[in-house]
């Protein structure tokens, strides 16, 4: 659940919050903007929009904005991807993208009934990181990731990593800190939205 992390966010009450996947409403309720919006495309909880995450930005007005977005729908990497560069097409400067499931703590549960493959989107960052370095990744909450006021046009080009095993990720994660629960709300508390 990121409500912890996005309650953290600076100015919250006033952004526009966007969350990916809200199951049964739990995370959605407690985060505290003003503005929000949810899609699920079978919800246990009333969403804004139902349906699937690709019908829900086809709908949506070009000029539409979010500050802060929650990715939590399917955990595919192809579907992670999609709903990655939807979002930032979409992301109001200097927002911000939280992503969870990135880091699924076993080979097991990075099948599709659990975390899925979601962490090919993070081995291709981390591959990335002299071009793009500003994301930080959560030891726990299955790699709970925020991605802060990226400049990046959408990310086709990570879909390369779409073959990666999961042994070479493990790997891979090694090469970048992985940050505490109160590291990451100091993280969210420094991150400036609003100019």
Same mark, same amino acid.
């Given at each position: 659940?990121?409500?912890?992390?996005?309650?953290?966010?600076?100015?919250?009450?006033?952004?526009?919050?966007?969350?990916?996947? =809200?199951? @049964?409403?739990?995370?959605?309720?407690?985060?505290?903007?003003?503005?929000?919006?949810?899609?699920? !495309?079978?919800?246990?909880?009333?969403?804004?929009?139902?349906?699937?995450? @690709?019908?829900?930005?086809?709908?949506?007005?070009?000029?539409?904005?979010?500050?802060? =977005?929650?990715?939590? $729908?399917?955990?595919?990497?192809?579907? !992670?991807?999609?709903?990655?560069?939807?979002?930032? $097409?979409?992301?109001?400067?200097?927002? !911000? =993208?939280?992503?969870?499931?990135?880091?699924?703590?076993?080979?097991?549960?990075?099948?599709?009934?659990?975390?899925?493959?979601?962490?090919?989107?993070? !081995?291709?960052? =981390?591959?990335?990181?002299?071009?793009?370095?500003?994301?930080?990744?959560?030891?726990?909450?299955?790699?709970?990731?925020?991605?802060?006021?990226?400049?990046?046009?959408?990310?086709?080009?990570?879909?390369?990593?779409?073959?990666?095993?999961?042994?070479?990720?493990?790997?891979?994660?090694?090469?970048?800190?992985?940050?505490?629960?109160? $590291?990451?709300?100091?993280?969210?508390?420094?991150?400036?939205?609003?100019?």
């Amino acid at each position: 659940m990121s409500h912890y992390l996005v309650n953290e966010l600076p100015g919250i009450e006033q952004l526009r919050y966007l969350e990916l996947g =809200i199951y @049964d409403g739990e995370n959605f309720k407690l985060v505290r903007a003003q503005f929000k919006t949810s899609c699920d !495309v079978e919800p246990k909880w009333r969403a804004t929009f139902v349906g699937t995450t @690709d019908a829900f930005f086809a709908q949506l007005a070009p000029n539409a904005q979010f500050d802060a =977005i929650y990715i939590d $729908a399917c955990h595919s990497f192809s579907f !992670v991807l999609r709903d990655f560069n939807n979002s930032v $097409a979409h992301l109001a400067p200097r927002g !911000v =993208i939280l992503c969870h499931d990135l880091v699924p703590p076993t080979e097991a549960s990075s099948d599709g009934a659990q975390c899925g493959d979601a962490y090919k989107l993070l !081995v291709g960052f =981390i591959a990335n990181v002299s071009h793009y370095s500003d994301f930080f990744v959560q030891d726990e909450d299955h790699g709970l990731t925020l991605f802060r006021a990226p400049p990046l046009p959408p990310a086709s080009w990570l879909s390369e990593y779409g073959t990666v095993p999961y042994a070479s990720f493990r790997s891979v994660l090694t090469a970048i800190p992985l940050y505490g629960v109160g $590291a990451m709300q100091r993280i969210a508390r420094e991150t400036r939205i609003v100019p």
